[in-house]
């Protein structure tokens, strides 16, 4: 006795059997569907940060007094643009801020975007204020 199948029926019980099981799947949200960005904090630093000048933003800073470097939160704090030996002492007279919502926790496309933009705003921000300390 041949059990082979007609190959016409085969592929239609796979047709069958496919629309059957994704027609008990759980819909899915639209790929359309908007995010409200509104009150993301990491988008907002991404803007912030993305089209501010460093160099404006670091003479505004002196001229309130405000002498601290910038640093990025990562698997350690950095300050980029600088050299922690070579600065040591300027970093201890001066302090430093740590730059919100940067960290080496990246969970979403925009943590790894704002640690990037982040650091090059930081590094020309603490470049500028180590030569005009």
Request: aromatic share 8%.
């Amino acid at each position: 006795m041949n059990h082979s199948f007609n190959p016409l029926l085969q592929i239609s019980i796979v047709i069958v059997f496919s629309i059957s099981i994704i027609g008990c799947s759980t819909p899915r949200p639209h790929a359309t569907t908007a995010h409200d960005w509104s009150n993301d904090p990491i988008i907002e630093a991404i803007s912030q940060y993305g089209t501010a000048d460093p160099v404006q933003d670091c003479r505004r800073a002196k001229r309130s007094g405000d002498r601290r470097f910038l640093a990025v939160r990562g698997y350690a704090t950095e300050l980029p643009g600088l050299d922690t030996s070579r600065d040591a002492v300027l970093i201890r007279r001066h302090g430093f801020r740590i730059i919100e919502n940067t960290s080496d926790a990246i969970t979403k496309p925009e943590d790894k975007l704002l640690n990037a933009i982040a650091r090059h705003y930081a590094t020309g921000y603490n470049l500028y204020l180590r030569e005009n300390l």
